[in-house]
């Protein structure tokens, strides 16, 4: 079946760890993207890319970074310097930057 | 700048009745605009989309949604309200034209009263 994976669920880190969320796509999608989600503050845009080698800023992008050495993979590193990294993490898919996206399931970071 | 408002971030109908969420965006020129619905710590899935064409778009489990330009509306409805439906909804829209920008709505969280 195709879809978007994302692993873990659940991840737990102490605070001033760096911790990398999987997130990986057998769709053929070009564009990727990872949102936060809190709650009452629906979701937030990290960070995005329309294609292999390049990705660009979101709307709160301070203390994350990517990268996109592969079509299929998007990986998020949540560095020790993002201020309350404790939230859902969602990434997605969509074929192009206009079409409709596809989630996983989402991983949930707990830092204390 | 694009925005999207959803009126209510929480609604209670009973089991039966009309479900209606409400979602305005605001925008220079018309966008594409999609509901997505959530269930608790799962990820977001398509219920519709409307592109172009007909107004009025019919999407999954029953729902549709009405695209009013004028009103500057998409707001999502399903004549019966069954138990399954509650989660949380999601409104979005995304310009079709300039720098991507794919902005979603702060959600409204449906509950569904037996």
């Known amino acids: 079946d195709g879809g978007i994976t994302q692993s873990p669920k659940y991840l737990f880190r102490k605070e001033g760890q760096n911790v990398t969320l999987s997130c990986e796509q057998n769709?053929?999608?070009?564009?990727m993207y990872w949102y936060r989600q809190d709650p009452g503050q629906g979701l937030r845009l990290i960070y995005y890319?329309?294609?292999?080698?390049?990705?660009q800023k979101g709307d709160i992008a301070e203390g994350y970074s990517v990268s996109r050495e592969k079509k299929e993979s998007f990986p998020l590193t949540v560095t020790s310097a993002q201020k309350n990294p404790t939230a859902f993490y969602l990434c997605a898919s969509s074929l192009t930057s206009l079409g409709e996206q596809y989630f996983g399931p989402g991983t949930r970071l707990t830092v204390t | 700048a694009q925005s999207v408002t959803q009126l209510g971030s929480h609604v209670s109908v009973s089991e039966g009745a009309l479900v209606l969420l409400r979602c305005n965006y605001s925008s220079s020129v018309p966008p594409y605009l999609f509901w997505y619905v959530q269930y608790p710590n799962q990820g977001l899935q398509l219920l519709l989309k409307y592109t172009t064409g007909a107004t009025l778009v019919k999407g999954i489990n029953g729902f549709e949604a009405e695209f009013k330009k004028s009103e500057t509306s998409f707001h999502l409805t399903k004549p019966s309200a069954h138990m399954s439906d509650a989660a949380e909804y999601f409104c979005?829209?995304?310009?079709?034209?300039?720098?991507?920008?794919?902005?979603f709505g702060t959600g409204t969280r449906l509950k569904v009263l037996a």
């Open positions: 890319s329309q294609i292999v080698n390049d990705f």
């Open positions: 979005a829209v995304t310009p079709t034209s300039g720098t991507y920008k794919y902005i």
């Open positions: 769709l053929n999608h070009d564009a």
